[in-house]
Protein backbone atom coordinates (compact mmCIF):
# COMPACT_ATOMS: atom_id res chain seq x y z
CA UNK A 1 0.00 0.00 0.00
CA UNK A 2 1.21 3.82 -0.77
CA UNK A 3 1.59 6.24 1.84
CA UNK A 4 -1.27 8.22 0.95
CA UNK A 5 -3.55 4.99 1.04
CA UNK A 6 -1.92 3.90 4.37
CA UNK A 7 -2.11 7.27 5.68
CA UNK A 8 -5.74 7.73 4.72
CA UNK A 9 -6.44 4.23 6.35
CA UNK A 10 -5.39 4.99 9.79
CA UNK A 11 -7.04 8.44 9.99
CA UNK A 12 -10.40 9.28 10.39
CA UNK A 13 -12.22 11.76 8.43
CA UNK A 14 -14.62 12.68 10.83
CA UNK A 15 -11.73 13.11 13.39
CA UNK A 16 -10.05 15.29 11.01
CA UNK A 17 -12.44 17.63 9.92
CA UNK A 18 -14.63 17.65 13.28
CA UNK A 19 -11.69 19.81 14.09
CA UNK A 20 -12.37 22.38 11.95
CA UNK A 21 -16.32 22.30 11.86
CA UNK A 22 -18.91 21.36 14.13
CA UNK A 23 -19.97 18.28 13.15
CA UNK A 24 -23.28 16.08 14.82
CA UNK A 25 -24.49 12.70 13.88
CA UNK A 26 -27.73 12.14 11.68
CA UNK A 27 -28.27 9.01 11.20
CA UNK A 28 -25.69 7.17 9.80
CA UNK A 29 -23.79 10.65 8.39
CA UNK A 30 -22.18 13.43 9.87
CA UNK A 31 -23.56 16.91 8.67
CA UNK A 32 -22.35 20.06 9.85
CA UNK A 33 -22.38 23.95 8.41
CA UNK A 34 -19.48 24.19 5.20
CA UNK A 35 -16.42 25.68 6.10
CA UNK A 36 -16.20 26.52 2.57
CA UNK A 37 -19.50 28.58 1.99
CA UNK A 38 -21.77 31.01 3.90
CA UNK A 39 -24.73 29.00 5.09
CA UNK A 40 -27.42 28.78 7.96
CA UNK A 41 -28.40 25.24 7.54
CA UNK A 42 -26.41 22.09 7.31
CA UNK A 43 -25.87 21.33 3.56
CA UNK A 44 -22.03 20.07 4.61
CA UNK A 45 -22.06 16.44 5.76
CA UNK A 46 -19.27 13.69 6.32
CA UNK A 47 -19.44 9.99 5.21
CA UNK A 48 -17.60 8.26 7.82
CA UNK A 49 -17.57 4.62 5.82
CA UNK A 50 -16.60 6.04 2.90
CA UNK A 51 -14.27 8.72 4.19
CA UNK A 52 -15.24 11.86 2.13
CA UNK A 53 -17.19 15.01 2.66
CA UNK A 54 -19.71 16.83 0.86
CA UNK A 55 -21.32 20.33 0.31
CA UNK A 56 -24.41 20.08 -1.24
CA UNK A 57 -24.15 23.93 -1.27
CA UNK A 58 -21.07 24.72 -2.82
CA UNK A 59 -20.11 21.36 -4.37
CA UNK A 60 -17.04 21.43 -2.59
CA UNK A 61 -15.68 17.84 -1.23
CA UNK A 62 -13.16 14.69 -0.96
CA UNK A 63 -11.22 12.96 1.00
CA UNK A 64 -9.38 13.90 4.40
CA UNK A 65 -6.26 15.06 2.42
CA UNK A 66 -8.21 17.58 0.19
CA UNK A 67 -10.04 18.78 2.96
CA UNK A 68 -6.95 19.88 5.08
CA UNK A 69 -5.50 21.15 2.03
CA UNK A 70 -8.85 23.22 1.26
CA UNK A 71 -8.99 24.02 4.91
CA UNK A 72 -5.37 25.27 5.96
CA UNK A 73 -4.18 26.42 1.96
CA UNK A 74 -1.52 24.60 1.62
CA UNK A 75 -0.12 22.20 -1.02
CA UNK A 76 -1.31 18.09 -1.03
CA UNK A 77 2.49 17.16 0.48
CA UNK A 78 1.92 19.67 3.29
CA UNK A 79 -0.85 17.99 4.06
CA UNK A 80 0.20 14.54 3.75
CA UNK A 81 2.57 15.66 6.12
CA UNK A 82 0.37 17.73 8.44
CA UNK A 83 -1.44 14.50 9.31
CA UNK A 84 0.92 12.25 9.54
CA UNK A 85 2.58 14.30 12.31
CA UNK A 86 -0.85 15.01 14.13
CA UNK A 87 -1.44 11.08 14.20
CA UNK A 88 2.04 10.07 14.13
CA UNK A 89 2.04 8.09 11.35
CA UNK A 90 6.04 7.95 10.00
CA UNK A 91 6.06 9.52 6.55
CA UNK A 92 8.97 8.42 4.10
CA UNK A 93 11.06 10.33 2.84
CA UNK A 94 11.03 10.56 -0.84
CA UNK A 95 11.82 13.24 -3.07
CA UNK A 96 8.52 12.31 -5.46
CA UNK A 97 6.31 14.61 -2.79
CA UNK A 98 8.46 17.46 -3.17
CA UNK A 99 7.36 19.70 -5.73
CA UNK A 100 8.99 23.26 -6.11
CA UNK A 101 6.69 25.08 -4.53
CA UNK A 102 6.58 22.54 -1.71
CA UNK A 103 10.19 22.63 -1.57
CA UNK A 104 9.97 26.24 -0.88
CA UNK A 105 7.45 26.17 1.38
CA UNK A 106 9.33 23.98 3.93
CA UNK A 107 12.19 26.40 3.38
CA UNK A 108 10.17 29.17 4.70
CA UNK A 109 8.28 27.01 7.61
CA UNK A 110 12.54 25.99 8.25
CA UNK A 111 13.38 29.29 8.41
CA UNK A 112 10.50 30.71 10.66
CA UNK A 113 11.49 27.99 13.24
CA UNK A 114 14.82 29.28 13.05
CA UNK A 115 13.58 32.90 13.47
CA UNK A 116 11.67 32.00 16.49
CA UNK A 117 14.72 30.13 17.81
CA UNK A 118 16.78 33.11 17.63
CA UNK A 119 13.89 35.63 19.38
CA UNK A 120 13.42 33.73 22.01
CA UNK A 121 16.62 32.85 22.65
CA UNK A 122 17.62 36.70 22.22
CA UNK A 123 14.62 37.79 24.97
CA UNK A 124 16.12 35.07 27.62
CA UNK A 125 20.07 36.49 26.94
CA UNK A 126 21.27 39.18 28.64
CA UNK A 127 20.39 41.80 25.74
CA UNK A 128 16.63 40.74 26.53
CA UNK A 129 16.62 42.64 30.26
CA UNK A 130 14.83 45.85 28.94
CA UNK A 131 12.77 43.95 27.06
CA UNK A 132 11.88 41.95 30.12
CA UNK A 133 11.37 44.74 32.06
CA UNK A 134 8.57 46.19 29.72
CA UNK A 135 7.44 42.49 29.85
CA UNK A 136 7.14 42.68 33.25
CA UNK A 137 5.78 45.95 33.06
CA UNK A 138 2.72 45.02 30.91
CA UNK A 139 2.36 42.37 33.47
CA UNK A 140 2.96 39.47 31.65
CA UNK A 141 4.67 36.64 33.71
CA UNK A 142 7.34 34.37 32.33
CA UNK A 143 5.20 31.38 32.02
CA UNK A 144 3.02 33.37 30.03
CA UNK A 145 5.56 34.79 27.78
CA UNK A 146 6.94 31.57 27.29
CA UNK A 147 3.39 29.86 26.55
CA UNK A 148 2.90 32.54 23.45
CA UNK A 149 6.79 32.58 22.44
CA UNK A 150 7.45 36.32 22.91
CA UNK A 151 10.92 37.42 21.42
CA UNK A 152 13.41 39.71 20.90
CA UNK A 153 14.73 40.57 17.72
CA UNK A 154 18.17 41.73 17.46
CA UNK A 155 19.12 45.70 17.08
CA UNK A 156 22.32 45.01 15.12
CA UNK A 157 19.61 43.73 11.86
CA UNK A 158 22.29 40.53 10.85
CA UNK A 159 21.26 37.71 13.42
CA UNK A 160 18.44 36.10 10.98
CA UNK A 161 20.96 36.55 8.34
CA UNK A 162 23.96 35.34 9.26
CA UNK A 163 21.83 31.86 10.40
CA UNK A 164 20.36 31.96 7.17
CA UNK A 165 23.31 32.29 5.27
CA UNK A 166 24.85 29.24 7.25
CA UNK A 167 21.99 26.92 6.46
CA UNK A 168 22.55 28.05 2.61
CA UNK A 169 18.97 29.09 2.06
CA UNK A 170 18.88 30.36 -1.56
CA UNK A 171 17.90 33.83 -2.41
CA UNK A 172 14.41 32.82 -3.73
CA UNK A 173 13.67 31.29 -0.42
CA UNK A 174 15.45 34.32 1.63
CA UNK A 175 13.19 37.20 -0.26
CA UNK A 176 10.19 35.25 -0.24
CA UNK A 177 10.36 34.55 3.64
CA UNK A 178 9.76 38.25 4.44
CA UNK A 179 11.51 37.71 7.35
CA UNK A 180 14.84 39.90 6.12
CA UNK A 181 15.00 42.40 3.46
CA UNK A 182 17.46 43.10 1.02
CA UNK A 183 19.66 46.00 0.34
CA UNK A 184 19.27 48.45 -1.88
CA UNK A 185 22.36 50.18 -1.95
CA UNK A 186 24.89 47.24 -2.17
CA UNK A 187 24.50 43.37 -2.39
CA UNK A 188 23.22 41.33 0.51
CA UNK A 189 19.87 41.71 3.32
CA UNK A 190 19.64 42.49 6.34
CA UNK A 191 17.00 41.58 9.20
CA UNK A 192 13.17 42.84 8.51
CA UNK A 193 12.48 43.43 12.25
CA UNK A 194 14.90 44.59 14.35
CA UNK A 195 14.95 46.12 18.40
CA UNK A 196 11.10 44.78 18.69
CA UNK A 197 9.63 42.63 20.84
CA UNK A 198 8.47 39.39 18.83
CA UNK A 199 5.09 37.83 18.91
CA UNK A 200 4.94 34.62 16.64
CA UNK A 201 1.54 34.15 14.59
CA UNK A 202 1.04 30.62 14.07
CA UNK A 203 -1.54 29.37 11.08
CA UNK A 204 -4.61 27.10 12.75
CA UNK A 205 -2.56 24.03 12.77
CA UNK A 206 0.00 25.73 15.40
CA UNK A 207 2.74 26.66 12.70
CA UNK A 208 4.27 29.81 12.55
CA UNK A 209 3.86 31.60 9.27
CA UNK A 210 4.53 35.35 10.17
CA UNK A 211 5.61 37.47 13.68
CA UNK A 212 4.29 40.50 14.53
CA UNK A 213 6.99 42.81 16.13
CA UNK A 214 6.08 46.17 18.68
CA UNK A 215 8.77 48.43 18.61
CA UNK A 216 10.54 48.62 22.65
CA UNK A 217 11.84 52.11 21.83
CA UNK A 218 9.56 55.26 21.85
CA UNK A 219 10.77 56.70 18.74
CA UNK A 220 10.71 53.45 16.61
CA UNK A 221 8.10 53.83 13.75
CA UNK A 222 5.54 51.95 13.30
CA UNK A 223 4.44 51.17 16.74
CA UNK A 224 3.36 47.46 15.24
CA UNK A 225 5.23 45.92 12.09
CA UNK A 226 3.83 42.65 10.74
CA UNK A 227 5.32 39.61 8.11
CA UNK A 228 4.78 41.21 4.99
CA UNK A 229 3.51 39.29 2.20
CA UNK A 230 5.83 38.82 -0.80
CA UNK A 231 4.75 40.09 -4.61
CA UNK A 232 4.61 36.76 -5.91
CA UNK A 233 2.10 35.38 -3.24
CA UNK A 234 4.58 32.42 -2.48
CA UNK A 235 5.22 34.13 1.38
CA UNK A 236 3.22 31.89 3.90
CA UNK A 237 1.53 34.93 5.49
CA UNK A 238 -1.53 35.70 4.12
CA UNK A 239 -3.06 38.08 6.29
CA UNK A 240 -6.73 37.95 5.56
CA UNK A 241 -6.63 33.99 6.49
CA UNK A 242 -4.73 34.26 9.47
CA UNK A 243 -6.31 35.02 12.94
CA UNK A 244 -4.12 35.61 15.84
CA UNK A 245 -4.39 32.72 18.70
CA UNK A 246 -6.57 30.70 16.97
CA UNK A 247 -5.02 27.40 17.31
CA UNK A 248 -4.70 28.34 20.84
CA UNK A 249 -8.31 29.57 21.26
CA UNK A 250 -10.65 26.96 18.77
CA UNK A 251 -11.29 24.33 21.79
CA UNK A 252 -12.40 27.16 24.38
CA UNK A 253 -14.28 28.49 21.54
CA UNK A 254 -16.42 25.44 21.35
CA UNK A 255 -16.65 24.44 24.69
CA UNK A 256 -17.48 28.38 25.66
CA UNK A 257 -19.52 28.55 22.74
CA UNK A 258 -18.77 31.88 21.99
CA UNK A 259 -15.01 33.70 20.98
CA UNK A 260 -13.44 37.23 21.76
CA UNK A 261 -12.75 39.34 19.73
CA UNK A 262 -9.66 41.58 20.05
CA UNK A 263 -7.53 44.00 18.56
CA UNK A 264 -4.20 43.31 19.13
CA UNK A 265 -1.51 40.96 20.25
CA UNK A 266 -1.12 42.57 24.03
CA UNK A 267 -4.86 42.26 24.34
CA UNK A 268 -5.06 38.48 23.39
CA UNK A 269 -2.29 37.90 25.92
CA UNK A 270 -3.76 39.85 28.62
CA UNK A 271 -7.38 38.50 28.25
CA UNK A 272 -5.98 34.29 27.78
CA UNK A 273 -3.96 35.31 30.94
CA UNK A 274 -7.19 36.63 32.93
CA UNK A 275 -8.78 33.19 32.30
CA UNK A 276 -11.18 34.23 29.15
CA UNK A 277 -9.26 31.63 26.48
CA UNK A 278 -11.46 31.66 23.68
CA UNK A 279 -9.69 35.22 22.26
CA UNK A 280 -8.94 36.06 19.01
CA UNK A 281 -7.48 39.13 17.32
CA UNK A 282 -7.79 40.03 13.38
CA UNK A 283 -3.69 40.87 13.33
CA UNK A 284 -4.63 45.06 13.62
CA UNK A 285 -5.86 44.75 10.34
CA UNK A 286 -10.24 45.27 9.50
CA UNK A 287 -12.10 41.92 9.75
CA UNK A 288 -12.28 39.64 6.41
CA UNK A 289 -14.61 37.17 5.43
CA UNK A 290 -11.96 34.37 5.81
CA UNK A 291 -11.36 35.07 8.99
CA UNK A 292 -14.95 35.29 10.14
CA UNK A 293 -15.61 31.83 8.50
CA UNK A 294 -12.61 30.63 10.75
CA UNK A 295 -14.22 31.96 14.05
CA UNK A 296 -17.67 30.18 12.59
CA UNK A 297 -16.75 26.82 12.16
CA UNK A 298 -16.02 26.80 16.00
CA UNK A 299 -18.85 29.24 17.10
CA UNK A 300 -21.76 31.28 15.58
CA UNK A 301 -21.68 33.99 18.66
CA UNK A 302 -19.18 36.25 18.93
CA UNK A 303 -18.37 39.09 22.00
CA UNK A 304 -16.04 42.23 20.19
CA UNK A 305 -13.90 43.96 21.77
CA UNK A 306 -11.99 46.21 20.40
CA UNK A 307 -9.98 49.53 21.64
CA UNK A 308 -12.12 52.64 23.30
CA UNK A 309 -10.84 54.81 20.71
CA UNK A 310 -12.19 56.51 17.47
CA UNK A 311 -10.03 53.81 15.42
CA UNK A 312 -11.06 50.95 17.38
CA UNK A 313 -15.09 52.07 17.30
CA UNK A 314 -14.51 52.45 13.30
CA UNK A 315 -12.84 49.02 13.38
CA UNK A 316 -15.67 47.41 15.27
CA UNK A 317 -18.00 48.83 13.37
CA UNK A 318 -16.69 47.78 9.81
CA UNK A 319 -16.27 43.96 12.00
CA UNK A 320 -19.90 44.24 13.27
CA UNK A 321 -21.35 45.06 9.49
CA UNK A 322 -18.78 41.85 8.24
CA UNK A 323 -20.08 39.49 11.22
CA UNK A 324 -23.60 40.18 10.48
CA UNK A 325 -23.29 39.28 6.80
CA UNK A 326 -21.98 35.96 7.96
CA UNK A 327 -24.99 35.31 9.82
CA UNK A 328 -22.83 35.54 13.23
CA UNK A 329 -24.51 36.62 16.84
CA UNK A 330 -22.95 39.43 17.22
CA UNK A 331 -22.50 41.53 21.02
CA UNK A 332 -20.28 44.64 21.67
CA UNK A 333 -18.36 44.75 24.73
CA UNK A 334 -17.55 48.08 25.52
CA UNK A 335 -15.69 48.53 29.06
CA UNK A 336 -15.83 51.53 31.69
CA UNK A 337 -13.32 54.04 32.20
CA UNK A 338 -12.11 54.07 28.46
CA UNK A 339 -9.82 50.54 29.09
CA UNK A 340 -8.91 48.34 26.43
CA UNK A 341 -9.44 44.57 27.39
CA UNK A 342 -5.20 44.48 28.40
CA UNK A 343 -5.48 47.59 30.66
CA UNK A 344 -8.98 46.31 32.46
CA UNK A 345 -7.39 43.13 33.27
CA UNK A 346 -4.69 44.34 34.83
CA UNK A 347 -6.68 47.16 36.38
CA UNK A 348 -10.14 45.64 37.37
CA UNK A 349 -9.17 41.80 37.31
CA UNK A 350 -9.77 38.82 35.63
CA UNK A 351 -13.26 38.22 37.46
CA UNK A 352 -14.51 41.58 36.39
CA UNK A 353 -13.53 40.94 32.86
CA UNK A 354 -15.16 37.89 33.13
CA UNK A 355 -18.55 39.29 34.26
CA UNK A 356 -18.45 41.86 31.60
CA UNK A 357 -18.13 39.18 28.82
CA UNK A 358 -21.02 37.41 30.52
CA UNK A 359 -23.23 40.39 30.18
CA UNK A 360 -21.88 42.03 27.30
CA UNK A 361 -25.38 43.42 25.03
CA UNK A 362 -26.65 42.80 21.58
CA UNK A 363 -24.44 44.77 18.87
CA UNK A 364 -27.28 46.84 18.24
CA UNK A 365 -27.42 49.20 21.24
CA UNK A 366 -23.75 49.57 20.58
CA UNK A 367 -24.73 50.42 17.38
CA UNK A 368 -27.25 52.96 18.45
CA UNK A 369 -25.36 54.78 20.20
CA UNK A 370 -22.61 55.54 17.67
CA UNK A 371 -25.83 56.73 15.45
CA UNK A 372 -26.65 59.12 18.38
CA UNK A 373 -22.95 60.07 18.34
CA UNK A 374 -22.30 60.40 14.40
CA UNK A 375 -25.43 62.10 13.33
CA UNK A 376 -27.72 65.45 14.69
CA UNK A 377 -30.87 63.85 16.56
CA UNK A 378 -32.32 67.22 16.87
CA UNK A 379 -32.27 67.78 12.92
CA UNK A 380 -34.96 65.65 10.51
CA UNK A 381 -31.76 64.53 8.43
CA UNK A 382 -29.50 63.24 10.66
CA UNK A 383 -32.53 61.12 12.19
CA UNK A 384 -33.15 59.75 9.29
CA UNK A 385 -28.89 59.41 8.39
CA UNK A 386 -29.08 57.61 11.92
CA UNK A 387 -31.89 55.14 10.51
CA UNK A 388 -30.02 54.53 7.50
CA UNK A 389 -26.81 53.52 9.54
CA UNK A 390 -28.96 51.26 11.32
CA UNK A 391 -31.21 49.61 9.14
CA UNK A 392 -28.67 47.12 7.47
CA UNK A 393 -27.98 45.97 10.71
CA UNK A 394 -31.63 45.11 12.17
CA UNK A 395 -32.29 43.66 8.83
CA UNK A 396 -29.75 40.82 9.70
CA UNK A 397 -31.69 40.11 12.94
CA UNK A 398 -33.18 36.68 11.98
CA UNK A 399 -35.80 36.22 13.95
CA UNK A 400 -39.19 38.48 12.51
CA UNK A 401 -40.53 39.12 15.82
CA UNK A 402 -37.25 40.03 17.36
CA UNK A 403 -36.75 42.58 14.24
CA UNK A 404 -40.02 44.58 14.81
CA UNK A 405 -39.34 44.74 18.13
CA UNK A 406 -35.82 46.38 17.19
CA UNK A 407 -37.19 48.73 14.32
CA UNK A 408 -40.09 49.93 17.40
CA UNK A 409 -37.16 50.83 20.09
CA UNK A 410 -35.16 52.28 17.10
CA UNK A 411 -38.07 54.51 16.43
CA UNK A 412 -38.16 55.17 19.61
CA UNK A 413 -34.62 55.81 19.91
CA UNK A 414 -34.25 58.28 16.76
CA UNK A 415 -37.38 60.18 17.59
CA UNK A 416 -38.71 58.86 14.04
CA UNK A 417 -42.11 57.44 13.57
CA UNK A 418 -42.34 53.79 13.46
CA UNK A 419 -44.07 53.66 10.30
CA UNK A 420 -40.97 55.24 8.63
CA UNK A 421 -39.08 52.39 9.70
CA UNK A 422 -40.89 49.78 9.15
CA UNK A 423 -41.49 51.33 5.39
CA UNK A 424 -37.61 51.01 5.54
CA UNK A 425 -37.27 47.74 6.36
CA UNK A 426 -40.30 46.72 3.36
CA UNK A 427 -38.43 47.86 0.85
CA UNK A 428 -35.49 46.13 1.55
CA UNK A 429 -36.77 43.12 3.15
CA UNK A 430 -34.15 39.46 2.02
CA UNK A 431 -35.25 36.64 1.79
CA UNK A 432 -32.37 33.86 1.95
CA UNK A 433 -33.03 30.43 0.53
CA UNK A 434 -30.33 27.62 0.97
CA UNK A 435 -30.55 23.88 -0.05
CA UNK A 436 -30.44 21.50 2.74
CA UNK A 437 -28.82 18.37 2.64
CA UNK A 438 -30.90 16.31 0.15
CA UNK A 439 -32.85 13.21 0.91
CA UNK A 440 -32.16 11.11 -2.25
CA UNK A 441 -34.89 9.68 -2.28
CA UNK A 442 -35.74 10.72 -6.14
CA UNK A 443 -34.80 10.17 -8.63
CA UNK A 444 -33.63 6.77 -7.69
CA UNK A 445 -36.17 4.01 -7.79
CA UNK A 446 -36.01 1.55 -4.43
CA UNK A 447 -34.29 -0.87 -6.23
CA UNK A 448 -31.19 0.71 -7.33
CA UNK A 449 -31.05 2.14 -4.05
CA UNK A 450 -30.78 -1.08 -2.42
CA UNK A 451 -28.63 -2.57 -4.81
CA UNK A 452 -25.75 0.35 -4.73
CA UNK A 453 -26.28 0.61 -0.77
CA UNK A 454 -25.49 -3.11 -0.22
CA UNK A 455 -22.86 -3.12 -3.26
CA UNK A 456 -20.89 -0.37 -1.37
CA UNK A 457 -21.52 -1.87 1.51
CA UNK A 458 -19.38 -4.64 1.32
CA UNK A 459 -17.07 -6.52 -1.42
CA UNK A 460 -18.40 -10.01 -0.58
CA UNK A 461 -22.29 -8.42 -2.20
CA UNK A 462 -20.18 -6.94 -5.22
CA UNK A 463 -18.47 -10.17 -5.99
CA UNK A 464 -21.95 -11.92 -5.85
CA UNK A 465 -23.94 -9.30 -7.60
CA UNK A 466 -22.23 -7.27 -9.66
CA UNK A 467 -21.74 -10.02 -12.13
CA UNK A 468 -24.73 -10.95 -12.53
CA UNK A 469 -26.36 -7.26 -12.44
CA UNK A 470 -23.78 -6.65 -15.27
CA UNK A 471 -26.51 -8.97 -17.50
CA UNK A 472 -29.63 -7.65 -16.41
CA UNK A 473 -31.08 -5.98 -19.71
CA UNK A 474 -32.98 -3.03 -17.34
CA UNK A 475 -29.28 -1.74 -16.24
CA UNK A 476 -30.03 0.44 -19.09
CA UNK A 477 -32.79 2.54 -17.66
CA UNK A 478 -31.20 2.91 -14.41
CA UNK A 479 -30.54 6.38 -13.49
CA UNK A 480 -27.35 5.22 -11.52
CA UNK A 481 -26.38 2.84 -14.77
CA UNK A 482 -23.19 5.18 -14.99
CA UNK A 483 -22.31 4.52 -11.33
CA UNK A 484 -22.81 0.50 -11.43
CA UNK A 485 -20.65 0.72 -14.59
CA UNK A 486 -17.77 2.59 -13.28
CA UNK A 487 -18.10 -0.45 -10.61
CA UNK A 488 -18.11 -3.23 -12.85
CA UNK A 489 -14.68 -1.66 -14.36
CA UNK A 490 -13.56 -1.14 -10.90
CA UNK A 491 -14.63 -4.77 -9.91
CA UNK A 492 -12.84 -6.14 -13.44
CA UNK A 493 -9.56 -4.74 -12.88
CA UNK A 494 -9.32 -6.58 -9.31
CA UNK A 495 -8.82 -3.27 -7.50
CA UNK A 496 -9.86 -2.39 -3.97
CA UNK A 497 -13.01 -0.41 -3.67
CA UNK A 498 -12.22 3.49 -3.36
CA UNK A 499 -14.99 5.99 -3.32
CA UNK A 500 -12.77 8.57 -4.72
CA UNK A 501 -12.06 5.57 -7.92
CA UNK A 502 -15.58 5.58 -8.53
CA UNK A 503 -16.16 9.06 -8.40
CA UNK A 504 -13.14 9.75 -10.58
CA UNK A 505 -15.07 7.90 -13.27
CA UNK A 506 -17.98 9.73 -13.19
CA UNK A 507 -19.21 13.62 -14.67
CA UNK A 508 -20.28 16.01 -11.89
CA UNK A 509 -23.95 14.69 -12.29
CA UNK A 510 -23.23 11.32 -11.38
CA UNK A 511 -21.11 12.20 -8.47
CA UNK A 512 -23.59 14.28 -7.52
CA UNK A 513 -26.14 11.56 -7.70
CA UNK A 514 -23.35 9.18 -5.54
CA UNK A 515 -22.80 11.39 -3.08
CA UNK A 516 -26.26 12.21 -2.30
CA UNK A 517 -27.13 8.53 -2.39
CA UNK A 518 -24.06 7.65 0.19
CA UNK A 519 -25.05 10.88 2.66
CA UNK A 520 -29.12 9.41 2.33
CA UNK A 521 -30.64 8.77 5.90
CA UNK A 522 -31.37 4.59 5.41
CA UNK A 523 -31.21 4.58 8.99
CA UNK A 524 -35.15 3.63 9.55
CA UNK A 525 -34.31 0.87 6.99
CA UNK A 526 -30.94 -0.42 8.53
CA UNK A 527 -27.74 -1.14 6.26
CA UNK A 528 -28.63 -3.63 3.24
CA UNK A 529 -27.54 -6.79 2.83
CA UNK A 530 -26.93 -9.64 0.35
CA UNK A 531 -30.20 -10.81 1.08
CA UNK A 532 -31.71 -7.96 0.13
CA UNK A 533 -29.58 -7.40 -2.70
CA UNK A 534 -30.46 -10.61 -4.11
CA UNK A 535 -33.81 -10.25 -3.73
CA UNK A 536 -33.54 -7.49 -5.54
CA UNK A 537 -31.86 -9.24 -8.28
CA UNK A 538 -33.90 -11.85 -8.76
CA UNK A 539 -36.74 -10.05 -8.93
CA UNK A 540 -35.13 -7.84 -11.72
CA UNK A 541 -34.31 -11.38 -13.34
CA UNK A 542 -37.96 -12.72 -13.26
CA UNK A 543 -39.07 -9.09 -14.65
CA UNK A 544 -36.53 -9.59 -17.61
CA UNK A 545 -37.79 -12.92 -17.75
CA UNK A 546 -40.82 -11.83 -18.29
CA UNK A 547 -39.94 -9.28 -20.35
CA UNK A 548 -38.19 -11.50 -23.53
CA UNK A 549 -40.87 -14.18 -23.24
CA UNK A 550 -43.58 -11.67 -23.97
CA UNK A 551 -41.15 -9.94 -26.78
CA UNK A 552 -40.28 -13.67 -28.58
CA UNK A 553 -44.50 -14.01 -28.59
CA UNK A 554 -45.00 -11.28 -30.07
CA UNK A 555 -42.22 -11.88 -33.06
CA UNK A 556 -43.86 -15.30 -32.95
CA UNK A 557 -47.21 -13.77 -33.85
CA UNK A 558 -45.41 -11.63 -35.97
CA UNK A 559 -43.40 -14.34 -38.59
CA UNK A 560 -46.92 -16.26 -38.81
CA UNK A 561 -48.83 -13.64 -39.82
CA UNK A 562 -46.39 -12.23 -42.16
CA UNK A 563 -46.35 -16.58 -43.44
CA UNK A 564 -42.56 -16.75 -42.66
CA UNK A 565 -43.07 -20.12 -40.65
CA UNK A 566 -39.03 -21.31 -40.46
CA UNK A 567 -38.70 -18.25 -38.49
CA UNK A 568 -41.80 -18.60 -36.63
CA UNK A 569 -40.91 -22.21 -35.93
CA UNK A 570 -37.18 -20.86 -34.59
CA UNK A 571 -38.23 -18.42 -32.35
CA UNK A 572 -41.09 -20.96 -30.89
CA UNK A 573 -37.53 -23.35 -29.95
CA UNK A 574 -36.02 -20.70 -28.23
CA UNK A 575 -38.95 -19.57 -26.46
CA UNK A 576 -38.49 -23.11 -25.00
CA UNK A 577 -35.68 -23.38 -24.18
CA UNK A 578 -36.36 -20.24 -22.57
CA UNK A 579 -38.93 -21.41 -20.57
CA UNK A 580 -37.05 -24.68 -19.55
CA UNK A 581 -34.25 -22.29 -18.09
ZN1 LIG B 1 -20.16 24.62 0.88
Same mark, same amino acid.
Given at each position: ???V?Q ?7 V????QY *? ?5 G ?12 K ?5 V ?14 GG ?5 V ?17 R?? !??M ?11 K?R ?6 H ?16 A??R????? +?????? %??E ?9 S??A?? +??F ?7 E #? ?6 V ?8 YY??F????M??I #???S????A?G???L?A ?9 A ?13 V ?6 AK ?11 V????D?I? *? ?16 V ?6 IK????? !?? *????P ?6 A ?7 L????M ?23 A???? %????PG ?12 F??R????? !? ?7 P ?8 LE??T ?9 ? *?????V????R?S?VE ?6 P ?15 ? %? ?17 ? #? ?7 RI ?12 E ?13 ? #? ?7 F ?8 Y ?15 GH?? +???AL ?7 E??GM ?17
Amino acid at each position: MDFVEQLKSSIDIVEVVGQY *VRLRKAGTRWVGLCPFHTEKTASFGVHSVHQFYKCFGCGAGGDAIKFVMEIEAITFYEALKLLSERYG !IPMPKRAEYSDPETKLRAALYHMHEIAQRIYRAALLSNAGAEARAYLAK +RGIEPA %VAEEFGLGLSDRSGQALV +REFEKEGFTQE #QLEESCLVVRRQERAGYYDRFRGRLMFPI #QDESGKIIAFGGRALAADDQPKYLNSAESESGKSLYKKSRVLYNLHRAKGAIRSAGRAVLVEGYMDVIG *VWAAGVHEVVASCGTALVVNQVRAIKRHSEK !II *VNFDPDEAGMKAAERSIEMLLQEDMTVRVLELEGGLDPDEYCKAKGAEAYREH %VARAPGYFYWLADRARAKFDMRTAEGR !IEGLKFLLPAIQRVPDKLERATLANDLAGYLG *VEAGLVLEHFRKSAVERREKPLPDAKEPLRHVERILLSA %VLASPEVRRAILPRLKLAP #QLEQFTTRRIFQALFAIEESGGELRIADVQGRLDVRD #QDLLSELLFADNSEEGEYTLEHAEACLVSLEQAGHEA +RRAALKARIKEAERAGMLEEALRLAQELNRLERA
